[in-house]
């Protein structure tokens, strides 16, 4: 599957830097994807997630304090950001410390493992794969932080080589 990861520049701020997964077969970033399956049925948390990014980048940056860790495979930083009332959304994304973040998708969370619910693990597992991803880059020198560790450079297109 094609996609690439971009810069949010319409919810990245002074503190953190908000990047997303725009894949190519959706047409969309999987957050946008995420807020528009979502929204309908559930504004108020939604709003809430949204509420929270807007703390994140502009005033706090990404706390550990509001993600779920260890949302993945060891090491991979997928994580999931909770929304506040009953925390019963997940918005899985991968967390570089306070400055930086990838969002990817999730939605609500009514079983006590993200595996056992086909939405959730799908979300869950897409994080795994772009950790995955990046990390493979970031090891072969293709991708690197850059600006204070608030910026990611380099190849942030995955998939697209394959036709060749």
């Known amino acids: 599957m094609k996609y ?16 997303s997964i725009f894949v190519e077969e ?5 957050f946008e994807k995420f807020v528009e399956d979502n929204f309908p049925n559930y504004p108020d948390d939604i709003q809430t997630i949204l509420d929270r ?14 993600f779920k860790e260890y949302e993945g ?6 994580c999931a950001l909770y929304d506040t009332p ?7 994304c991968i967390r570089y410390g306070t400055m930086l973040i990838v969002l990817g998708s999730g939605g609500l969370k009514n079983v006590s493992t993200w595996q056992e619910d086909p939405n959730i693990r ?3 597992e897409w994080m795994i794969k772009v950790s995955g991803d990046i990390y493979q ?15 990611m450079e380099g190849d942030l297109k995955f998939g697209y080589d394959e036709e060749r």
């Open 4 to 19: 690439k990861i971009i810069k949010d520049i319409n919810l990245s701020g002074r503190k953190c830097s908000i990047y």
């Open 26 to 30: 959706y047409g969309r970033t999987l």
């Open 53 to 66: 990014l807007e703390v994140i980048a502009h005033e706090v940056g990404a706390r550990k304090s509001f």
């Open 73 to 78: 495979k060891p090491g991979d930083l997928v």
């Open 86 to 92: 009953g925390r019963r959304f997940r918005l899985y």
């Open 122 to 124: 799908e979300a869950a």
């Open 137 to 151: 880059r970031q090891k072969d020198k293709e991708i690197w932080f850059a600006n204070d560790d608030m910026d």
